[in-house]
C-alpha cells in the first residue's frame, strides 16, 4: 500500500521510526516533511500535504504525527472530503477505518511509544471500512458527507 505521512517537529523523531517499520512492513512510503535538516513548520502544513495527497490519489492512506495528534488530525480534517482521527491505540485505529471509512489516522508522540505507535498503525492500514460491503455503514458515511456538503454550502452562500 502506498502511504503518505507526515509531522510536525514534535512528530520528528517518531516519524522516522514509522516510515522504518512501514517500508519493513512491504508498504512504499511518501514523505510530505519535514525533512532531515528542515525547519519544522506547524503541523497544519503537513497535514494538508497528506491530505490533499490522499484526496488527489497520490497515495492510500495516510499517518500525521505531532505532539498530541490532535493539531494535526484537526488540520487535516479540514480538507473536504478526508476523515483523519486521533488514534492512541489499536482498537480505534481499527474502528475508525471499519466503521467510519476514515484514511488518515493521526497519533501524539507525547502521548504513545514507538512499540505502540507501530500497532496503532498495523491495526490502521490492516483494517478494511465496512460500507464497501455493508449498507449501514455506507448509509452512515454518507450522512457525515451530507454534513460536510451543508456547510459548504451554507458558507458559500
Given amino acids: ?3 503518505g505521512i507526515g509531522s510536525d517537529g514534535s512528530g520528528y523523531g517518531l516519524k522516522g521510526i514509522i516510515v522504518d517499520h512501514l517500508i ?3 508498504h512504499e512510503v511518501v514523505d510530505y516533511g519535514p525533512g532531515e535538516g528542515e525547519q519544522p513548520e506547524y ?3 503537513y497535514a494538508r500535504k497528506v491530505a490533499h495527497a490522499i484526496r488527489d490519489g497520490e497515495v492510500e492512506r495516510g499517518v500525521l504525527i505531532c505532539g498530541t495528534g490532535i493539531g494535526i488530525s484537526i488540520s487535516a480534517n479540514k480538507v473536504r472530503g478526508i476523515r483523519a482521527a486521533v488514534c492512541s491505540e489499536p482498537f480505534t485505529a481499527r ?3 471499519e466503521n467510519n471509512g476514515s484514511q488518515i489516522i493521526a497519533f501524539g508522540a507525547f502521548v504513545v511509544g514507538p512499540e505502540m505507535a507501530k500497532a496503532i498503525v498495523d491495526a490502521f492500514l490492516g483494517t478494511e471500512f465496512k460500507g464497501l460491503v455493508d449498507q449501514e455503514f455506507n ?3 454518507n450522512k457525515i458527507a451530507a454534513i460536510e456538503d451543508e456547510e459548504l454550502a451554507i458558507a458559500q452562500g
Avoid: L
Wanted: no cysteine; aromatic share 6%; charged share 25%.
Fill in 95 to 97: 474502528h475508525t477505518r
Fill in 43 to 45: 503541523s497544519a502544513t
Fill in 24 to 26: 519493513a512492513s512491504g
Fill in 1 to 3: 500500500m502506498k502511504i
Fill in 139 to 141: 448509509d452512515r458515511f
